[in-house]
């Protein structure tokens, strides 16, 4: 009996390795154009629709495999219009991203999938759609954005982690070389990721997809995808029993596009973002991206959700092409034709760093093919900068994002001098370039990382980090240079820390700044922090994430509380001067309503209701309910001279009573030349008191209207603390807004 089951234990062992050493069908590799490709709403194209899509050169295409049009009768399975799908995607070369999607009216109450039945179904469901497919190379994705209002009827992290868990297991029972993906996140949700991973998701995901969505450049989200890939690096499993801990785990940007139709875009803005946000994609190693969308899905010119595509709405059936192509279009099929082949190298920055101070705000992108090079220019400044590229003299063809051949541009012993702006430009050396050759031929650091202290003098890409990494949330640029010929080339390596901590002031009551000091990593620390008013040791045990100080400042003639600052052991100083910008303590509900008002926006046809009294601790009480659609509030003063804004304030805090609605808040506010901008803040997830900060200076907001360049023009004004729904009914909801502060920096 002994050996039998010692002999049933090395079988098991040995199965356990071939099942980690299975073949899976790879994931897109990182050479243009392999993995790019759009979102799309059809299993039966127009006539013309699939040429047209492929002459972009996509590879990939997104769509959605629902389960409620796949099972309409219970436990039957008709898979036929993905059949039909698939076989013309297939005679195209390009591959399936289908989504496991949404609810079935059998189940649940046509709501996702919560019941141990509906759970089962699904998994099922899923289970028989990728056996149905087997060795077609598809990738199937958990769900879509499952953190907001597609999950019904609320979103629910347990309930989908439930569901991505038992499809996981059914998918590696009865397909286990199929690649499974999640959780498609709208944006880059780190609180709903961590708990995926915390539950074990990594598992069973063959990657982790998200929806970085935002109306800022997309160079923005480099922080974020650093972020994120150290999370998931935390949580990575072995591969499998005895196995190396830290299975790689890629990121995938599944669904991420910019609307012809958003305050501050237009045809020709979205036109650029689509190439940028591809070239800093590939740099960030992200083998999938995925526009959104491929044609616009409607004609209303205030909808944005009509124009996300690189078309117009309107067919042509007897025309070639079918669709009128939208700059976005041609930069996609430029971008796709130009670098076909072609690898992402490297960021590279001008031999002459301090000669072009502007160097921050420019990416000049490295890609090879053997020994061929091509680079991509351009800069995230409103204005033209001035760059020089480091390389032998020579003659470069120079192409426009949008596929225009532009004048010649020739480099001397110095380089190749350039004028870049926001429109991406591609460059082809005439003949082989050896400087740049030589230059593809070393080691490439990553564009950025997000590192922990203890990570201090770490070797990347053959390059030792500097000393120390701090541990605030300041991005640090690391410059390392190399010498090829008498020229210094920089990569520049961005760097933040894993374990940062936070700093946040508020003004109290009685002449009080509070500071609190915010410890995400929950990592033990003590340290003392300094102030111009006295100094306060600071403890916080294994597991704690935060502590609160307070300190006695008394104002001065302007109402301004001065204030010092220094915690040496996070490397946190700085001054500030904090003054309240109404103090909501003083109304009573007659003059409240003489100065502020709740108003409700968005889609004019959803119905909320919504009221504004004082409240019992000093704040302001709003009391409000939505139907499901597209709604927000605003809470806004009513007069222009409430509204004013003295100086140049770098932030505004204001502390919430909150209520758990998973609703988000935002701030908007008007500069001197019409321009509004909205800076985002954080979801209420939880219910009691939460703060927020907004940033003041334009760098981190959305904006529109005025001359639209994103400069704040001084003075500003306040607009008004937008309370912004999930899309969900919700309510009702009862919340408190205190008096709201503003953060000057001296």
Wanted: charged share 20%; with cysteine; proline share 7%.
């Amino acid at each position: 009996m002994r050996f039998t089951h010692l002999s049933l234990c090395f079988t098991l062992i040995a199965l356990s390795a071939l099942a980690c050493f299975a073949q899976k069908p790879p994931l897109p590799s990182m050479v243009v154009p392999d993995g790019l490709g759009y979102n799309i709403h059809f299993t039966d194209p127009r006539p013309g629709e699939m040429e047209m899509l492929a002459e972009s050169g996509a590879t990939i295409v997104r769509m959605d495999f629902g389960w409620n049009g796949t099972e309409r009768e219970k436990g039957v399975y008709d898979f036929s219009a993905f059949e039909r799908l698939t076989d013309s995607l297939e005679k195209h070369k390009i591959r399936p991203l289908y989504i496991l999607d949404y609810s079935n009216r059998h189940y649940d109450e046509n709501l996702s999938p919560y019941s141990p039945e509906g759970r089962a179904a699904f998994a099922k469901w899923a289970a028989a759609a990728a056996v149905h497919f087997k060795d077609r190379g598809i990738i199937w994705e958990m769900y879509n954005e499952p953190n907001i209002s597609f999950w019904k009827p609320q979103p629910k992290p347990a309930d989908y982690i439930s569901l991505a868990l038992e499809v996981g297991k059914a998918l590696r029972e009865a397909a286990p070389n199929e690649l499974y993906i999640g959780p498609a996140t709208s944006e880059i949700d780190f609180p709903f990721l961590e708990q995926c991973f915390q539950a074990g998701l990594l598992e069973y995901w063959d990657a982790v997809s998200v929806h970085p969505y935002r109306q800022r450049d997309p160079e923005t989200v480099v922080e974020e995808y650093a972020k994120l890939r150290f999370m998931i690096d935390q949580y990575a499993p072995d591969c499998c029993a005895g196995g190396t801990k830290g299975k790689h785990i890629p990121i995938l940007s599944a669904e991420w596009g910019y609307s012809s139709a958003w305050g501050s875009y237009n045809d020709d803005l979205q036109g650029k973002m689509l190439p940028r946000q591809w070239l800093i994609n590939l740099a960030c190693d992200i083998p999938i991206s995925i526009w959104y969308d491929w044609h616009d899905d409607g004609r209303d010119p205030k909808e944005p959700e009509h124009h996300f595509g690189t078309t117009n709405f309107e067919y042509h059936r007897d025309r070639t092409p079918v669709y009128d192509p939208k700059p976005s279009y041609l930069a996609a099929k430029t971008f796709n034709e130009t670098f076909r082949g072609f690898k992402f190298n490297k960021a590279i920055h001008s031999s002459d760093w301090f000669a072009f101070p502007e160097a921050e705000n420019y990416h000049i992108f490295l890609f090879t093919k053997g020994t061929q090079v091509r680079i991509a220019a351009w800069t995230t400044s409103k204005e033209k900068q001035e760059v020089l590229i480091p390389c032998h003299p020579g003659v470069f063809r120079c192409i426009s994002y949008l596929g225009d051949n532009l004048p010649d541009v020739s480099a001397d012993e110095t380089g190749l001098k350039l004028s870049i702006s926001d429109e991406p430009i591609y460059l082809i050396p005439e003949e082989e370039n050896t400087f740049l050759t030589a230059l593809a031929k070393i080691p490439s650091t990553p564009i950025c990382l997000c590192l922990s202290v203890a990570d201090s003098q770490k070797v990347i890409a053959g390059v030792r980090l500097p000393a120390k990494i701090l541990r605030n949330d300041h991005l640090l640029s690391f410059r390392p240079a190399t010498e090829i010929e008498g020229k210094s080339v920089y990569q520049v390596f961005n760097y933040f820390s894993a374990n940062p901590i936070y700093l946040h002031f508020e003004l109290g009551s009685n002449h009080e700044i509070v500071c609190r000091i915010v410890n995400p990593s929950g990592a033990e620390l003590s340290g003392v922090l300094d102030t111009s008013v006295g100094s306060k040791n600071i403890v916080l045990k294994q597991g704690e994430t935060e502590a609160a100080v307070s300190f006695l400042v008394q104002p001065d003639s302007t109402g301004h509380y001065p204030f010092f600052y220094s915690f040496p052991i996070a490397e946190l100083r700085g001054r500030l001067s904090m003054r309240q910008f109404d103090d909501f303590t003083k109304y009573t509900t007659e003059t409240l309503d003489q100065n502020w008002g709740i108003f409700p926006d968005g889609d004019a046809k959803v119905e909320s209701e919504q009221t504004l009294t004082p409240g019992e601790n000093g704040g302001l009480h709003v009391s409000y309910r939505f139907d499901a659609g597209w709604k927000f509030l605003r809470l806004a003063p009513k007069n222009n001279e409430l509204a004013k804004i003295d100086g140049q304030p770098q932030s505004l805090a204001v502390r919430v009573n909150a209520d758990g609605s998973g609703n988000t808040v935002r701030l908007r506010f008007r500069d001197s030349q019409g321009q509004t901008f909205q800076a985002n803040g954080d979801r209420m997830t939880e219910v009691g008191m939460q703060s927020f900060s907004f940033d003041l200076t334009g760098k981190n907001a959305g904006h529109w209207g005025g001359p639209n360049d994103g400069v704040v023009h001084y003075p500003i004004a306040f607009d008004s603390l937008i309370i912004d729904g999930t899309r969900n009914a919700c309510g009702p909801y009862d919340i408190d807004v205190y008096s709201p502060v503003l953060v000057y920096g001296e």
